[in-house]
């Protein structure tokens, strides 16, 4: 962050912009960029290894950051920067930061290719609802995965029969419950310092930051999410959780999910927004992290073509003109206890380790039902280091890619949403089930005669 | 993608004009219709196949929103033109039905209603947006307001999803629950949770809302 007081000043006496005008200019400026630039959507390479075409999305980015600035939709005022300043703020962005305490602690990087480290993976189940009766379970199973370097929680729904409301009090109650469960998995698991990564998820808005900014909850080792709204724009309750951030301080994340289809145009346009987003957030926000989560206008999930192409392509753009700690979404369209959710794990974690991503877990049926379990990270995990140990070129990884989406694709019509963890786990153990793991072990033999060297 | 083929070269340039997005175009043919005494009706017909191959487009990723809502703007202006012509003929397009759409309170996410508002005024629907983070009693005030058949209901956020249950309760609680069929769509929102609140139907997208409030209005 440059100065954050200079965000404030900037979000209330900068120039006044219409929505409508800020959108409809976005899409105007984003297509012309694309035009100019030459960026273009391969469908057949997901996975891309097109440095020049990465170059372009990153001069693309810069570009419109500098025309249209992030808009405050509290104020209808243009937060704009320089070029001079968006510089600095990459350059001032840790580009490796310990995350967590102690012997559970562990590092964070600014990927570049071939630096001789694997992503960190987050496990974990983002905005996945979750009751109070399951909620404790749910995040064992995922802290007691070895393979897992940090965890981020699912949303705590109800608190004593009672709905959790957007801005009403029991999004309090919701995020510091949630809190002290991911705490406690963590400290049965016998990993009590493990990071909690976009801690308070069980709020929308700065009321659980807020809430949670506390070491009984989110400790300083901790980090909590402050979204962009789409498209490159913020308000006062996105700007507050930056302020809680910034006196606490925990670390943060900026969460960035430009819709593909939306006013960014196609795929290409939705690489530029989202590198623009990046570097937005970066200089105003100040965040240590970004969390990457393009969303295709009909499927939501992460495991399309276009969504992983454009990770892809954003990756490979900031790993080549400007490291930082992005993390990107692995959100899919089936669910636990199915080989699909296997197969579109497989697929993403191939192309996020491929592109220079760190990862920012699973979600299972993109959020929407509690069909998730440790078991489905442990997979993602377990294919990230076999990618990353038998060096897995772009090309490579692409014509596996191919192959697993294959597997997949028809689920975006007809989703298989699989079973919630109380029927793929013993929950008394925390273990999966038999069933659970014979399909695991299934899908894993399949992956591994696709090319995949698994270690075990 | 349906393509559709006119006869009447005006009309086929009316279709191509909006499927090409051209808003001047479009615009000038109308008048041109309009002058030449062409049949009002079949001008309307051109305008909506027109916009429905803009939608199927948006679906297929070859056209997006800021399209999407220009080819809206085609279609309103064009009505504008022809509204007047309609009324001196006591001609009527009549609607498919009117619907009142919001973001539930607390949801600040527009994008997806923005979608579906266009994709509904393109197959014919009156729709009033009344934006984002309204709250149940005036959605429905305005439901009624506007003489509603439908509402409709988005929400991005889970924490969101109750202020649905409230404003089916409210509607019951005013005596007004058989006056409006009640759909929600959205990423948070599934159909198990549409069925525990006892609203009317589920939509998963845009596309399908369509077709479910068709349905609903029409009985089956």
């Known amino acids: 962050m440059i100065n954050f007081f200079e965000t404030l000043r900037r979000a209330e006496e900068g120039s006044y912009q219409k929505e409508n005008d800020f959108d409809m200019k976005l899409f105007q400026t984003t297509s012309s960029l694309v035009k100019e630039l030459g960026v273009k959507f391969n469908k057949e390479e997901i996975v891309t290894a097109d440095d020049q075409m990465a170059d372009a999305v990153f001069a693309g980015g ?23 300043e968006l510089r600095l703020a990459l350059k001032i962005a840790p580009k490796e930061m310990l995350l967590g305490q102690g012997k559970d602690a562990r590092s964070m990087r600014a990927r570049t290719f071939n630096n001789g480290f694997p992503m960190t993976v987050c496990g974990g189940c983002p905005g996945t609802p979750l009751e109070e009766d399951v909620f404790l379970p749910v995040m064992m199973s995922y802290a007691k995965e070895p393979l897992i370097d940090i965890i981020i929680s699912g949303s ?26 991911v705490r406690e998995a963590l400290e049965r698991a016998g990993r009590p310092g493990m990071h909690i990564y976009a801690s308070g998820e069980s709020s929308a808005t700065e009321l659980g930051t807020l809430a949670i ?18 498209e490159l724009k913020t308000d006062n309750a996105r700007l507050s959780r930056v302020m809680t951030g910034y006196e606490y301080p925990a670390f943060t994340t900026s969460l960035i999910n430009p819709i593909i289809g939306g006013f960014g145009g196609g795929p290409a ?20 992290m970004h969390c ?59 192309a996020q380790e491929c592109s220079a991503l760190n990862t920012d877990s699973l979600g299972a049926t993109n959020g929407v039902y509690p069909n998730c379990s440790g078991l489905e990270a442990r997979f993602f995990a377990e294919v990230v280091h076999a990618v990353f140990n038998q060096k897995m070129t772009p090309t490579q990884a692409n014509d596996l890619v191919l192959k697993l989406f294959a597997k997949y694709q028809g689920g975006f019509d007809n989703p298989n949403y699989g079973l919630p963890f109380t029927e793929v786990y013993d929950t008394r153990k925390i273990v999966p089930t038999q069933k659970w793991l014979d399909i695991y072990k299934k899908v894993k033999d399949e992956v591994a005669a696709m090319g995949v060297q698994f270690q075990n | 993608m349906q393509v559709h083929k006119f006869d009447n070269k005006t009309l086929q340039e009316i279709y191509d004009a909006m499927v090409e997005i051209d808003s001047d175009k479009a615009v000038m043919l109308v008048e041109k219709a309009l002058q030449n005494n062409d049949d009002v009706l079949q001008v309307v017909e051109a305008l909506s196949k027109g916009i429905n191959t803009v939608g199927d487009k948006f679906e297929a990723l070859e056209c997006f929103l800021p399209e999407l809502m220009m080819a809206a703007g085609i279609m309103n202006d064009s009505m504008a033109l022809l509204r007047p012509e309609m009324e001196r ?66 929400s991005l956020l889970t924490t969101s999803l109750p ?31 549409v069925q525990s609140i006892h609203a009317d139907g589920y939509c998963k997208d845009a596309a399908q809302g369509i ?10």
């Not at chain 1, 810069?62 to 320089?82: C, H, N």
């Not at chain 1, 346009?269 to 240590?288: F, H, K, N, Q, R």
């Not at chain 2, 959605?139 to 439908?150: T, W």
């Not at chain 2, 068709?214 to 009985?219: A, I």
């Open chain 1, 62 to 84: 810069m570009r419109l950051a500098l025309e249209m600035g992030m808009l405050s939709v509290s104020t209808m005022r243009l937060i704009k920067f320089d070029e001079s």
């Open chain 1, 156 to 181: 705590l729904t109800r608190i004593e029969g009672m709905d959790v409301r957007t801005s009403g009090p029991l999004e309090i109650r919701a995020c510091r419950q949630e809190m002290l469960w």
């Open chain 1, 213 to 230: 900014a506390n070491e009984h909850y989110m400790r300083t080792s901790d980090s909590h999410m402050i979204p962009v709204l789409s």
């Open chain 1, 269 to 288: 346009g939705a690489a530029l927004v989202l590198a623009a987003g990046i570097l937005l957030s970066t200089a105003a926000y100040g965040v240590d």
């Open chain 1, 292 to 350: 990457l989560h393009p969303i295709h206008n009909k499927y939501i999930s992460v495991s399309t073509r276009e969504a992983m192409w454009v990770d892809s392509i954003v990756g490979r753009a900031f790993a080549r003109n400007a490291p930082l700690a992005l993390l990107a979404d692995a959100w899919t369209t089936a669910g636990a206890g199915t080989p699909d959710i296997l197969y579109e794990t497989a697929a993403l974690a191939i």
């Open chain 2, 89 to 154: 003929k006591d001609l009527s397009v009549g609607t498919s039905g009117k619907v009142v759409i919001a973001n539930l309170q607390g949801d600040i996410h527009d994008i997806g209603r923005n979608i579906a508002t266009v994709m509904l005024q393109a197959s014919g629907f009156i729709v009033y947006d009344l934006g984002h983070d309204i709250k149940p009693d005036v959605i429905i005030d305005k439901a009624l307001e506007y003489k509603a058949d439908v509402i409709g209901l988005s």
């Open chain 2, 163 to 193: 202020f649905a249950r409230d404003t089916i309760n409210l509607l019951g609680e005013r005596g007004l629950r058989e006056h409006f069929k009640v759909v929600m769509g959205g990423a948070a929102v599934t159909p198990d949770f």
């Open chain 2, 211 to 220: 077709k479910v409030i068709s349905q609903l209005l029409s009985g089956k």
